[in-house]
């Protein structure tokens, strides 16, 4: 291992390569850390990010003057800037984290076999984790205090638009990490802002156990497509909301409304309503009423528009657009097989919901929409990990695979079979 | 879908296709399919191979014959034999599988949190998997009645030698499916033994979740870095036993030999012993005399030389070498650290073991060996979905995510989350 982690960044590919190596000789030493070791870590990063506002303000400021003079856009600017009240969201979310149960050595299920031995799972760490993410500088503390608490050692690579922040914010870590009494490349910051740094990130197996890519869609599909690891990924959120004939309309408007305006560009907004022939008439009015207040576009399907006459009429495309903005699809269907059967075909199984007093209705929708979150009578907004009551979120996965859904502490980790015998042998 | 999932196997890509899509679609009805019917079509399975086992002999016949018209050795012939024990086997699995309970629909974990929704999480298929295995036949059944009891619909693509019992047995499975009113497309054997359909099969997203080879080391790494989908692989088992200084020597002994001679060719027989230098002058010798009996090599590192005459030296490459012979490496090591040490360098991460009487080590050994199986005081060898209580087992995960370890039924579903309200909307 180098000293201290340090490394040159003119080689990329030597570079990456020492950061791997330290990242996977830091992961056997986290793997055995105790909760309060990784805990005190976190309260050092608090207490840094606390005593330090004013330099990583200044950092910060860098990385704002660099952005106007390339021309950002303002929503671009403003999703870098760690203002006072994004500093404070940083210190909380470390204190939170660092209360949260340490999920790592949990063992359950332990159980005597007819051979004697007894059989269990115990939950581990996974190993080196790579995240790879776009501007928003604070999810370097986000993703390095999860990775942290789960046991495992992180390589973080920010946007390039981000690179003074991270530097400061990944500075701090290190100095927790050190202070705390765990190694200092537990946790490691690319320092390069060379593309090529991503390329080898996510194609060395031997250093790297998964790859969380955070950002926009082109660039977590690019990293599908390239990386030699598994990736934990989250693509779209094309959510739906079906409005059954035994819905309690008043409860439909207020879902509808809530599901769609409540944020536009987060992936458990819904895209798309669905909409049951028998209520479509007396419903829609209703909710085109409320979602008119919002300016919300409606693209309807035939009947829509027969019903609505501010819809416009919605291509085949509409169906198949996370649009992450005020503008709503609207299919009416004959009942709950049309709408589970333009679900299957067009949902990106994110995350679906019925609404209904109908039971039976209720439990299929339940049993056969395959998407990674499925609700009856609640807003798809709820498709979070600080709703579910995982106290943190890394993302949300819109994989089949180990984690799906929100995903918190628990998807970082994975399980080992434990054996505790007295001397058992097979027979 | 085509009639009966039945298609023209001239073009390859365009045969697969057919098979893909018909799987896709028959997933969607097994998702939903009860309990109830699904152990009725394992059950008449079970039936018909018992009623034909005239014909399935037969079949199996042409393939044998064909084998030793191509050279194949005696062994590789063995394996595709389908004798009347292993019919009965046949028989016995799909019993036993029908008779475990069905993983599918169960919701744990649901919680009210402080919003009024209740959340929790429900096990589902993964959707269409796709098993690509290397001779035996009887693995067609074996991996058939998993998929069907998991709710997947499956495409099974097995050994060229094997082609005509496949071919019978996967007539049978089609039957008992229509018998049972369940899609003939959930269950499809690929009726070509163009290696093409091998590269598409693992390379269509859209119509398959997950692949597991069954078969030799290149198999899979050629499967694992081809395929466009998640891999669920079984590669080697470099398995270690360690013994402490503390340890019951007569049981060290004991799990040694158990461990090396209770069967060679299998994934969870240990391939090298390290053994504290303060017990190896004692238990070596006992050791070696038990592997004398069962003509197993020794190969040692310069102590365990010293210690055995008959060992011959170990080179560095016997430490990384999966023997599936009678072959043990055996290195002496100074306690607890430097074997950990080894087995972090040296493992696949398939199954250790620790013999001692001390409780620290124990809990340590059981903490920090980053392994899929970690046992204490019994045999490598109880590294097996049948020991573990699975009931059944469609390989040995060696992965991290998702499955890890013995891969039963639970291997074959995955999470969704499903929450339940009562109109609430996000504040």
């Given at each position: 291992?180098?000293?201290?982690?340090?490394?040159?960044?003119?080689?990329?590919?030597?570079?990456?390569?020492?950061?791997?190596?330290?990242?996977?000789?830091?992961?056997?030493?986290?793997?055995?850390?105790?909760?309060?070791?990784?805990?005190?870590?976190?309260?050092?990063m608090a207490?840094l990010i606390?005593?330090r506002r004013?330099s990583l303000t200044a950092a910060n400021?860098?990385d704002?003057?660099?952005?106007?003079?390339?021309?950002?856009?303002?929503?671009?600017?403003?999703?870098?800037?760690l203002?006072?009240?994004r500093i404070?969201?940083m210190i909380?979310g470390l204190?939170?984290?660092?209360?949260?149960?340490?999920?790592?050595?949990?063992?359950?299920?332990?159980?005597?076999?007819?051979?004697?031995?007894?059989?269990?799972?115990?939950?581990?760490?996974?190993?080196?984790?790579?995240?790879?993410f776009?501007?928003r500088p604070n999810v370097t503390i986000e993703a390095a205090s999860?990775?942290?608490?789960?046991?495992?050692?992180?390589?973080l690579?920010g946007?390039?638009?981000a690179a003074s922040s991270n530097r400061a914010l990944g500075e701090i870590i290190r100095e927790a990490l050190?202070?705390?009494?765990?190694?200092?490349?537990?946790v490691q910051v690319v320092a390069?802002?060379?593309?090529?740094?991503?390329?080898?990130?996510?194609?060395?197996?031997?250093?790297?156990?998964?790859?969380?890519?955070?950002?926009?869609?082109?660039?977590?599909?690019?990293?599908?497509?390239?990386?030699?690891?598994?990736?934990?990924?989250?693509?779209?959120?094309?959510?739906?909301?079906?409005?059954?004939?035994?819905?309690?309309?008043?409860?439909?408007?207020?879902?509808?409304?809530?599901?769609?305006?409540?944020?536009?560009?987060?992936?458990?907004?819904?895209?798309?309503?669905?909409?049951?022939?028998?209520?479509?008439?007396?419903?829609?009015?209703?909710?085109?009423?409320?979602?008119?207040?919002?300016?919300?576009?409606?693209?309807?399907?035939?009947?829509?528009?027969?019903?609505?006459?501010?819809?416009?009429?919605?291509?085949?495309?509409?169906?198949?657009?996370?649009?992450?903005?005020?503008?709503?699809?609207?299919?009416?269907?004959?009942?709950?097989?049309?709408?589970?059967?333009?679900?299957?075909?067009?949902?990106?199984?994110?995350?679906?919901?019925?609404?209904?007093?109908?039971?039976?209705?209720?439990?299929?929708?339940?049993?056969?929409?395959?998407?990674?979150?499925?609700?009856?009578?609640?807003?798809?907004?709820?498709?979070?990990?600080?709703?579910?009551?995982?106290?943190?979120?890394?993302?949300?996965?819109?994989?089949?695979?180990?984690?799906?859904?929100?995903?918190?502490?628990?998807?970082?980790?994975?399980?080992?079979?434990?054996?505790?015998?007295?001397?058992?042998?097979?027979?």
């Amino acid at each position: 291992m180098s000293e201290l982690g340090k490394h040159d960044t003119t080689d990329v590919v030597a570079y990456m390569n020492g950061l791997g190596g330290d990242a996977r000789a830091a992961s056997v030493v986290m793997r055995r850390v105790d909760s309060g070791l990784k805990n005190r870590a976190l309260q050092i990063m608090a207490r840094l990010i606390d005593e330090r506002r004013e330099s990583l303000t200044a950092a910060n400021a860098d990385d704002l003057t660099r952005a106007r003079d390339n021309g950002l856009s303002e929503a671009m600017v403003d999703r870098l800037a760690l203002t006072p009240a994004r500093i404070d969201a940083m210190i909380e979310g470390l204190e939170q984290v660092a209360a949260l149960p340490d999920p790592v050595g949990e063992i359950d299920g332990l159980k005597y076999r007819p051979s004697g031995i007894q059989v269990g799972h115990m939950r581990v760490p996974l190993g080196v984790i790579g995240i790879i993410f776009e501007s928003r500088p604070n999810v370097t503390i986000e993703a390095a205090s999860l990775c942290l608490k789960s046991g495992n050692a992180c390589i973080l690579r920010g946007g390039s638009e981000a690179a003074s922040s991270n530097r400061a914010l990944g500075e701090i870590i290190r100095e927790a990490l050190v202070a705390a009494g765990l190694p200092a490349t537990a946790v490691q910051v690319v320092a390069t802002t060379d593309r090529a740094a991503v390329g080898r990130l996510i194609a060395m197996p031997e250093y790297v156990d998964v790859i969380i890519p955070r950002g926009g869609k082109s660039l977590v599909e690019r990293i599908t497509n390239e990386a030699r690891v598994p990736v934990i990924k989250h693509l779209d959120g094309i959510c739906h909301v079906y409005i059954d004939a035994t819905a309690d309309l008043d409860m439909a408007v207020s879902i509808a409304e809530n599901a769609k305006t409540h944020r536009y560009g987060t992936c458990n907004t819904m895209e798309t309503l669905l909409v049951d022939a028998a209520v479509a008439a007396e419903v829609l009015p209703r909710i085109a009423e409320r979602l008119a207040v919002h300016e919300v576009e409606i693209r309807g399907c035939e009947r829509t528009c027969d019903i609505l006459s501010e819809a416009v009429a919605a291509t085949d495309q509409d169906w198949d657009t996370e649009y992450l903005a005020p503008i709503l699809a609207i299919r009416v269907v004959e009942g709950v097989e049309a709408a589970m059967a333009h679900i299957e075909r067009h949902s990106s199984g994110h995350t679906e919901a019925i609404i209904t007093d109908n039971y039976a209705l209720a439990r299929r929708f339940m049993a056969e929409v395959d998407s990674s979150s499925v609700m009856v009578n609640a807003s798809t907004r709820f498709a979070d990990g600080f709703e579910y009551g995982l106290g943190a979120e890394i993302g949300i996965s819109t994989d089949k695979l180990h984690a799906r859904g929100p995903v918190g502490l628990e998807g970082l980790t994975t399980r080992k079979y434990v054996v505790f015998g007295d001397g058992q042998i097979r027979q």
